[in-house]
């Protein structure tokens, strides 16, 4: 059989060291493939004026699952004044690449788990009854909306006149910014359908039911945000009392939520919210696990088996030009698990994620985010490990 053919897209940054040495660690527990390398990323954006060309959208037409780095994205102004000069007469306007091949490709499906690790010097600790120290476990997927929302792009500074008179029809706009000058506003858009509310929800729910979470937790604000967070919540009561009456669902609000990540964390299972929100509650989950160094995802299209799997963390630009990779890999060698529980090597996902918890136990090797030092270039003649060093330690155990 033809080993697959894996789209590797290191992007910007400290994406390259992270992937590379995910691809080693891949290839030590026994995964066959092969790997074409997708450019993707802001060095694409100033030579080409286009950080995720045709190519690689054809790249991951043809093979279905990528993994992806890490990704430079900066504001308007400052992404035009890096565009080569031959291209800043094109009118060219900077969006996120990882935004773009969600959309392109419809992977909706945004599943960002977070889980401690035993032994972890990182994880969240509280006080106890006393002067008890407790080490909660957690144990929590969100379930995150990807291609709406706020994300998608939708949003105008100083809109066409259409526009503005088509929000002036609404009394809230009317009443509240009526009296601004055209020219000084700015909109973004919070766009939910049914459609992509209800397979998220769903996705959700099955999650649950497979791995036995007793609860999903809708998280949105549908007190405030009416119409969208309101129409989610509405979907959810009515999924889970006709399909999943077995499962509870929660309701927080994203702001209380937040609070209570940090009292009860061990008390939530799966977790699901639209665009912005799911951002925003993944990314506290994370820190209750030692961070983004240890924060992994994937976006998918159950439809048509498309699927890119990505740390959370960004490209740490400040990084890459050391002599020496310091970063923590941890991240994006599980996102390359989560790739192999998807397309059904389950026994070497489990082989690889046990190796990770073996190292992490017995603490002898930890990069400087574990050792809770700065990034500094000379943390590696302090003790810490390099990016190499960690995936060497894994690689041993496996």
Not at 114 to 129: A, M, Q, S, V
Not at 155 to 167: C, G, L
Request: charged residues 25%.
């Amino acid at each position: 059989m033809a080993n697959r053919t894996i789209v590797a897209m290191p992007g910007d940054g400290i994406g390259k060291a992270v992937l590379d040495e995910t691809i080693r660690v891949l290839n030590a527990a026994g995964f066959k493939a092969d790997y074409v390398e997708g450019d993707i990323g802001w060095e694409f954006w100033k030579s080409e004026g286009n950080p995720l060309p045709d190519r690689t959208i054809q790249l991951l037409e043809k093979h279905k699952i990528g993994l992806f780095g890490a990704i430079t994205s900066k504001p308007k102004d400052e992404a035009f004044d890096e565009l080569a000069p031959e291209l800043k007469a094109k009118g060219l306007i900077y969006s996120s690449p990882i935004v773009g091949l969600r959309q392109h490709f419809g992977l909706d499906i945004c599943t960002r788990p977070c889980r401690t690790y035993k032994g972890n010097p990182l994880n969240f600790i509280r006080r106890g009854k006393g002067e008890d120290i407790e080490e909660p476990m957690v144990d929590v997927v969100i379930y995150r909306q990807n291609t709406e929302g706020l994300y998608s792009g939708v949003e105008w500074t100083n809109p066409s006149q259409q526009v503005y008179d088509a929000f002036m029809t609404h009394p809230q706009f009317k009443k509240n910014f009526g009296h601004a000058p055209k020219e000084e506003v700015s909109i973004s858009t919070r766009i939910f359908t049914k459609k992509a509310t209800e397979r998220i929800l769903r996705a959700a729910f099955e999650h649950a039911k497979k791995y036995g979470y007793k609860s999903v937790t809708l998280c949105e604000k549908p007190n405030v945000i009416r119409e969208t967070s309101g129409m989610m919540y509405k979907m959810a009561l009515s999924i889970q009392k006709n399909d999943y009456p077995n499962i509870e669902l929660w309701n927080t609000n994203i702001d209380a939520q937040m609070m209570w990540l940090t009292k009860n964390p061990e008390d939530y299972g799966v977790i699901v919210a639209g665009n912005m929100f799911g951002d925003i509650v993944s990314d506290g989950f994370a820190g209750l696990i030692g961070g983004l160094g240890f924060a992994c995802s994937a976006q998918s299209n159950p439809d048509t088996g498309i699927a890119v799997f990505e740390p959370t963390h960004g490209s740490a630009p400040k990084y890459a030009d050391y002599a020496v990779s310091i970063v923590n890999p941890i991240a994006m060698v599980e996102s390359a698990v989560m790739m192999l529980d998807f397309i059904g090597e389950g026994a070497m996902a489990s082989k690889i994620r046990n190796a990770v918890a073996a190292v992490i136990a017995e603490g002898k090797v930890r990069t400087y985010d574990m050792m809770k030092m700065r990034g500094t270039p000379d943390v590696i003649n302090k003790g810490a490990a390099s990016t190499k060093q960690m995936a060497d330690a894994i690689i041993a155990k496996l």
